[in-house]
């Protein structure tokens, strides 16, 4: 009795030394409740608002972590609680944590998803930055995910082994479908196979023991049952988010591959158009300097053919000869 009564006061002493960092880790995940700083949510239409948004995220999901750190420590201490009002703390602090960390994860669930809001008139590489650091957070995410799950499944088997430990102790010749019931009781089917143990066992006061110890294993058990289950709902949520972000990455690819097509496209045809335009213009002084010639050479036709018909000096040699020739008409008058 005296060492039980020393091993239940040092395990007091360090539930009273460990509370206010529990506690402190609760407070904190309360105030997760209130993801803005200032109460009000970032712009995501901005590249600045964008990026304060995904800093509070990754802050959100940093008091996630520390979170399950925390319940994983607290799951350790019930299944070592060796006083029953150690044993009601620890699962008082369990609950509240675990209800906060539950709010947390679905407020980070909803932001990422709202990081996804389409927003129109951004250029071609701020879009590529948001995708990028939209599945850097989503990643982040999924992994905390994966953590508490491991943490949850980790201690739910623990809890099993331990609600064995306790039947057996009650009724050591129980049969493997005898443990199994009571193991995987989650409605309380199983109190009349523990109870009927009780009053045939000849250790009543450690049977009794054993049946509160495993009442208390199947609460923790469907808590965590509980927390898997919307575990399994975030992962169903984040693998979705991802195909939708797939199927709009994909699509605004697509939609670049179009107007990088329909670019190369427009620029062949102001290359052809170029070309004929420059093409007309070189015809253009071609005929221009054709008719410059044509009209020159019709100019030098016609000036030959005058000076042809109309030699130099013609005139003058007719009006000799008209002078000569009157003097001997009068000499022969």
Same mark, same amino acid.
């Given at each position: =009795?005296?060492? !039980?009564r *020393?091993?239940?006061h040092?395990? #007091?002493?360090?539930?009273?030394?460990a509370?206010?960092i529990? =506690?402190?880790?609760?407070?904190?995940?309360?105030?997760s !409740?209130?993801?803005?700083?200032?109460?009000? @949510?970032? !712009?995501i239409?901005?590249?600045?608002?964008? $990026?304060?948004e995904?800093?509070s995220?990754?802050?959100?999901?940093?008091?996630?972590?520390?979170?399950?750190?925390?319940?994983?420590?607290?799951?350790?201490?019930?299944?070592?609680?060796?006083?029953?009002?150690?044993?009601?703390?620890?699962a008082?602090?369990?609950?509240?944590?675990?209800?906060?960390?539950?709010?947390?994860s679905?407020?980070i669930?909803?932001?990422?998803?709202?990081?996804?809001? @389409?927003?129109?008139?951004?250029?071609?590489?701020?879009?590529?930055i948001?995708?990028?650091? &939209?599945?850097l957070?989503?990643?982040?995410?999924?992994e905390?995910l994966?953590?508490?799950?491991?943490?949850?499944?980790? $201690?739910?088997?623990? $809890?099993? !082994?331990?609600?064995?430990?306790?039947?057996?102790?009650?009724?050591?010749?129980?049969?493997p479908?005898?443990?199994?019931?009571?193991v995987n009781?989650?409605?309380?089917?199983?109190?009349?196979?523990?109870?009927?143990? &009780?009053?045939?066992?000849?250790?009543?006061?450690?049977?009794?023991?054993?049946?509160?110890?495993?009442?208390?294993?199947?609460?923790?058990?469907q808590? &965590?049952?509980?927390?898997l289950?919307? *575990?399994a709902?975030l992962?169903n949520? =984040?693998?979705?988010?991802?195909?939708? #972000?797939?199927?709009? %990455?994909?699509?605004?690819?697509?939609?670049a591959?179009e107007v990088?097509?329909?670019?190369?496209?427009?620029t062949?045809?102001?290359?052809?158009? %170029?070309?004929?335009?420059?093409?007309?213009?070189?015809?253009r002084?071609?005929?221009?300097?054709l008719?410059?010639?044509i009209?020159?050479?019709?100019?030098?036709?016609?000036?030959?053919?005058?000076?042809?018909?109309? @030699?130099?000096?013609?005139?003058?040699?007719?009006s000799?000869?008209?002078?000569?020739?009157? @003097?001997?008409?009068?000499?022969?008058a």
């Amino acid at each position: =009795m005296t060492r !039980d009564r *020393l091993a239940a006061h040092r395990a #007091q002493r360090q539930v009273q030394g460990a509370g206010a960092i529990e =506690m402190q880790s609760v407070s904190q995940a309360r105030s997760s !409740d209130r993801p803005y700083a200032n109460g009000e @949510p970032n !712009d995501i239409s901005t590249m600045s608002g964008f $990026y304060a948004e995904v800093t509070s995220i990754q802050e959100a999901i940093s008091q996630f972590n520390a979170n399950i750190a925390t319940i994983s420590d607290l799951h350790a201490r019930s299944l070592n609680a060796l006083s029953e009002q150690e044993s009601e703390s620890n699962a008082s602090r369990l609950a509240e944590l675990t209800n906060a960390t539950r709010t947390l994860s679905n407020e980070i669930s909803r932001r990422i998803k709202a990081l996804q809001t @389409p927003v129109s008139g951004i250029s071609r590489n701020d879009a590529e930055i948001r995708k990028n650091r &939209i599945t850097l957070v989503h990643g982040k995410f999924v992994e905390a995910l994966q953590r508490y799950q491991t943490v949850e499944q980790q $201690y739910r088997q623990r $809890y099993r !082994d331990r609600v064995e430990r306790q039947f057996k102790i009650v009724k050591p010749e129980a049969t493997p479908e005898e443990v199994s019931a009571v193991v995987n009781d989650t409605e309380g089917s199983a109190n009349g196979i523990f109870l009927q143990a &009780i009053s045939s066992s000849n250790r009543y006061g450690e049977s009794r023991q054993a049946y509160r110890e495993v009442q208390e294993r199947h609460q923790d058990i469907q808590r &965590i049952e509980h927390t898997l289950a919307e *575990l399994a709902q975030l992962f169903n949520d =984040m693998a979705t988010l991802i195909e939708q #972000q797939q199927e709009k %990455v994909d699509n605004i690819e697509t939609r670049a591959a179009e107007v990088n097509t329909d670019t190369k496209r427009g620029t062949e045809q102001v290359g052809i158009a %170029v070309g004929h335009a420059r093409s007309a213009r070189r015809k253009r002084w071609i005929c221009f300097w054709l008719t410059v010639v044509i009209i020159l050479a019709a100019v030098g036709i016609g000036v030959g053919v005058y000076f042809s018909q109309h @030699p130099p000096g013609s005139s003058s040699s007719s009006s000799s000869s008209s002078t000569t020739a009157s @003097p001997s008409a009068t000499t022969t008058a």
